[in-house]
């Protein structure tokens, strides 16, 4: 049997995702896994063939059936995924899903095949492809039913693929060209599933050596992800939306660190074909305040308490003397150097394809005032932080005041040269501003005069520095005639009245600017140069901060308007990519965090301000 060759790539839309926190799979519409970093979220890729269809290996599951619509949906209130084909000649259905359970702390991968209707022939390709497909590998048969494949790079990965066939003919296996492939047939009702794990010592007595492995975990795991579900406190319009997006944000939170990445994936583009391919498996630190602020708002505490002990645990560093990274790995470590996959193509010719990320060491002085303002959330709304956090987080405002004025390279990580950026001044107020609050608050002993005439420069500087009258908006950076979307945010960190008339007419320069029906660019970087090459889509983030800032300002209809609008550029399954490009499509890292935060800040905003309005 000839090993099969994707022959094009998919849209980045047409995945889904499953995973167990501690790392996910996207799964194709085609029954195709293309993508999976194993076993951890920032591991190698084992499945690669998104951003390289010959090199990057995949892990197949699809029925052959002539002209077959596919469809694909969750099962309800769960991140358990069904692929399903339909055709005359038959209905084929795949199950996906990654068991969350407290057996083995291994992590399993389940797919399973299903005749609905008629007779069908399947067919399984499971072909990885180690080390970000650099590496070369073994296979050893142990049985008709189990497969070992030996990474013999660096990585060192080992995994085991199971059979449990349920069919009369079984599931006759054909290695080739480093991959275990099969066809088979199934009448209806009848079901093959393929369990993939890693194989190690640590858990010799591996639960998926039992028939039933595949039906209980596939109970367990439904039970597990209804009963988080149902712990949210959310109750008004846009339910749907709402559980899809609280459900994705679990999905990329790291279990054992209590941290969330930006993204599972690295390498897809902001522009087809264009350089700007970046590595968001790690965690920032401007994350920190939206995913705080989303999680306790959902009733999430627990989460809550395990991201901000990610984050404290971070703050002792300075006790260290280091400086904060405005990102670092799932597990706390500094050192994110980049570097290029160059033997893979990348996304439909997107390349270079990079891993790690060379944004980790640049000064950007909004993380201050995220991570004050997560800090202040969290002692407001969870648990009252510790002495030793309030005496780290002392010399981290102390230096904020000291060094608020620096040029640097801002929210969006330009790499063409340090600016004075407005964002970067209205957090460093934030910052300054939430120290004072949680002194003030908890009568915890700081230098209230020194920190206050701090603030104070700071605000001035913001109206004295940044505003121009002649345009009526606030400029991107001092001495620009550029807007930035980042200053959306202004009034939902509090800095600026939602309705203050300044901010009104600022409101109408970005609307005329960088506001394309109800999607919004960041800026346009042919009038703000960022030191890259090519353009991007409109960022979803700030579709949603849009919303919400005409929410805050009363206009509430036209704001319910952009945001229902905004819901319709989701993908099938509700997920939304980092951007979208000029006909809709999605673009960048798949699914962003940041856009489902957004997504949920603007909905509990608009929500209440609708109140009980139809």
Partial sequence: MPLPIQEDYQPIANYGVVGDLNTVALVGMDGSIDFMCFPRFDSPTIFASLLDRKKGGRFLVAPLLNDANHK??????????????????????????????????????????????????????????????????????????????????????????????????????????????????????????????????????????????????????????????????????WHD????????????????????????????????????????????????????????????????????????????????????????????RHDLKEEDLSHLEGYRGSRPVRVGNGAYDQLQLDIYGELMDSVYMYDKFAEPISYDLWMNLRKLIDWVCENYDQPDEGIWEVRGGRQKFLFSRVMCWVAVDRGIRLALKRSLPAPMDRWMKARDRMYFDVFEKFWNPQVGAFMQFEGSDALDAASLLMPLIKFISPKDPRWLSHMKAVEKQLVDDSLVYRYHNLHSPDGLHGTEGTFSMCSFWFVECLSRAGDVEKARFYFEKMQGYANHLGLYAEELGRSGEHLGNFPQAFTHLGLISAAFDLDRRLGNKG
């Fill in 72 to 237: 694909q949906i969750y099962l309800p209130e769960s991140n358990i995924l069904l692929t399903r084909f339909l055709s005359h000649d038959g209905v084929g259905e795949v199950s996906d899903f990654m068991p969350i359970t407290e057996t083995c702390p291994k992590n399993d991968l389940v797919r399973r095949a299903k005749c609905v209707r008629g007779e069908i022939v399947f067919r399984m390709v499971f072909a990885p492809r180690f080390d970000y497909a650099r590496a070369d590998h073994e296979i050893r048969q142990i049985s008709d039913s189990e497969f070992h494949f030996l990474s013999r790079g660096p990585d060192r990965t080992a995994l085991r693929l199971r059979i449990f066939s349920g069919c009369e003919d079984g599931v006759p296996i054909t290695l080739k060209e480093g991959a275990a492939c099969a066809e088979f047939r199934l009448c209806a009702g009848e079901n093959v599933a393929f369990v993939m794990e890693a194989l190690g010592d640590e858990c010799a007595d591996s639960p998926s050596t039992s028939e039933d492995f595949v039906s209980s975990s596939f109970k367990q795991t439904v039970n597990y992800w209804r009963s988080w579900l149902s712990r949210m406190k959310y109750s008004g319009r």
């Fill in 241 to 332: 939306m709402m559980e899809r997006s609280a459900l994705t944000l679990k999905l990329l939170v790291s279990e054992p660190h209590g941290s969330i990445v930006a993204a599972p994936t690295f390498g897809l583009p902001e522009e087809i074909g264009g350089s700007r391919n970046w590595d968001y498996r790690y965690t920032w630190i401007r994350d920190a305040s939206f995913t705080l602020y989303a999680l306790i708002r959902l009733g999430y505490t627990k989460e809550a308490e395990n991201f901000m002990g990610w984050m404290e645990a971070r703050c002792r560093e300075l006790a260290d003397g280091r400086s904060l990274n405005i990102m670092y790995g799932i597990d706390g």
